[in-house]
């Protein structure tokens, strides 16, 4: 090990190493950082400057609003959970948003004859400047003004809004140096990619959860989960000030001291992280030691089909996994078509029926397949010179989406009829899902062939490339309009069976017609795409690679 890994690790200074004060080096370079970005940039400039009035006022009144509860009741639940919120937020956000500060990726010093306790203390003093903290301080010195009460309280609210910042932004950098070098490579692109799915489905939790709330007894109901919270830092900083001004002396000590345990701890976390980082090769620079085995042959993928479909199905399966557009496309349609029929069956207002929208979702996946193989799609080009050859790349695309939406409808409907109890429409619930599954890969496929369009690979909110919008949106309106008139006779079976007197007990006969309906309507579309894509295959490979 060299001299400077060992100095790292061990945590000594030498003779040569200078005595340079750190942490005020890092916050000058950190306001530099702030100043620099927003030079040049006009559009740059105006959204940092939204972004901190934005902040402030916000800020201002949330302060506020919090110190307004000074002597209400539930004062202590409200901040104690706002506090545990807070953490939780700093802690999520290194990992959904890991190029929202280029700061947080300790690895740009790591070539730096730096020591791990110096450049933590450093580091900590950078991160205090910000937006972020800014924001957190205010909704520290509320929280602790709602509950601060007597010369005690006031003492130990003065600790405990520092305490509650610190914890908070020593937890972000902790998770963000351990999982630096996820963050950094494509898997963490990935997380990122898909942030805006999990804030989405935390919202609809969040509203579920007030709207319950509020429903069954008002604030009560959280003193249980308080009460656990406040035990658990960095929240403890907050339950310290409303046990020292209730006089509960000893507990306000006992929080005191396991908040600063936990700040210790990941402080030390931080330090061992990064001294692991700065002394350990990553990925990149170890050679292989041995050749990979092939995973293309092994495991599951044996059960695939040989041939052009089990090839087709494995590349468009790998598609799902890997490629951040379709894995964020196909997460977004599994989560929504599972939130859509449970949030509804848990609110009492829920139909069976609503289990379809799963289908649906998915089923729309199918739609400009070949605009998710972008620029890549002209070596499938390659092999389509006939309809034989196109109806095989069709249909074993239709087979990979199948794999993962027949189960998942069985899985949605299962779980909508156990929250709404009505297993009697269950057998025609699930067959109308696969009509109206066969019917949109029928569509899909004829709109992939005659309304290509690019999905271009940068920007996580890009979708569609520059002047084809109008492309997509005819591709998707038509052929889900058109995919609700194929599937109507299914419709139509179940509405006069579920309205009939006496018929409601053959409503199962919707499940074995729906399969059918379903198959056939996939295999009419399939069929009749096959001579299109075909016909237009030049037009479709332009329209593909524009992005």
Not at 133 to 153: D, E, N, Q
Request: charged share 10%; glycine share 10%; net charge positive.
């Amino acid at each position: 090990m060299s001299a400077t890994a060992t100095e790292v690790t061990t945590g000594r200074r030498t003779a040569a190493s200078p005595q340079v004060a750190l942490a005020p080096l890092f916050v000058r370079l950190k306001l530099s950082l702030m100043r620099n970005g927003l030079k040049g940039s006009s559009k740059r400039k105006a959204a940092w400057i939204g972004s901190l009035v934005f902040s402030l006022v916000v800020s201002v009144f949330a302060t506020l609003g919090l110190a307004l509860l000074h002597g209400h009741t539930h004062a202590g639940t409200v901040v104690v959970l706002l506090a545990a919120i807070l953490a939780l937020g700093w802690s999520v956000m290194p990992l959904f948003f890991p190029t929202g500060d280029e700061t947080l990726d300790p690895s740009r010093l790591v070539m730096l004859p730096l020591h791990p306790r110096p450049l933590v203390r450093a580091l900590l003093a950078s991160s205090l400047v910000g937006i972020g903290p800014l924001f957190t301080l205010c909704l520290a010195i509320g929280s602790v003004a709602a509950v601060a009460r007597g010369a005690a309280g006031v003492v130990a609210a003065v600790v405990g809004a520092p305490l509650l910042l610190l914890g908070c932004v020593a937890l972000a950098r902790a998770v963000a140096t351990a999982n630096v070098r996820l963050l950094t490579s494509r898997k963490g692109r990935d997380l990122a990619l898909l942030s805006g799915l999990l804030i989405a489905v935390g919202a609809q939790l969040a509203n579920f959860a007030s709207q319950r709330l509020f429903e069954t007894g008002g604030l009560d109901r959280l003193e249980p989960a308080e009460a656990v919270l406040r035990w658990v830092p960095p929240a403890t900083a907050v339950g310290m000030v409303d046990s020292a001004s209730e006089g509960a002396y000893g507990i306000a000590a006992a929080q005191l001291a396991l908040t600063l345990a936990a700040l210790a701890g990941l402080l030390w976390f931080w330090e061992r992280s990064l001294t692991r980082l700065m002394v350990s090769p990553d990925g990149s620079t170890i050679a292989a030691a041995a050749p990979r085995e092939d995973r293309g042959t092994g495991g599951a993928w044996k059960l695939l089909p040989a041939g052009r479909t089990g090839a087709v199905i494995q590349r468009t399966l790998r598609y799902m996994v890997r490629d951040p557009k379709t894995k964020s496309a196909t997460v977004t349609s599994l989560a929504l078509g599972l939130i859509i029929p449970v949030f509804n069956a848990l609110q009492g207002n829920g139909s069976l029926y609503l289990a379809c929208f799963g289908a649906g979702m998915l089923g729309m996946q199918m739609y400009n397949q070949f605009g998710q193989d972008t620029s890549a799609f002209w070596m499938v080009a390659q092999t389509i010179s006939t309809r034989r050859e196109a109806y095989g790349e069709l249909l074993a695309r239709a087979y990979a989406l199948a794999l993962v939406t027949v189960p998942y409808t069985l899985l949605v409907t299962v779980v909508t009829a156990v929250l709404v109890g009505d297993w009697g429409a269950f057998p025609s619930a699930l067959g109308l899902g696969l009509a109206l599954l066969g019917s949109m890969v029928c569509t899909g496929a004829l709109a992939s062939a005659r309304f290509p369009y690019s999905i271009p690979t940068e920007g996580a909110f890009k979708n569609v490339a520059p002047g084809q919008a109008g492309l997509a949106w005819a591709g998707i309106f038509l052929g889900m309009a058109c995919s609700a008139v194929i599937s109507s006779p299914v419709i139509a079976l179940t509405v006069w069976l579920s309205g009939a007197d006496g018929l409601a007990g053959l409503r199962w006969i919707v499940l074995p017609v729906g399969v059918v309906w379903g198959v056939l309507a996939a295999w009419a579309g399939l069929r009749l795409a096959a001579p299109t894509v075909v016909r237009k295959l030049p037009e479709i490979l332009l329209a593909v690679s524009k992005g």
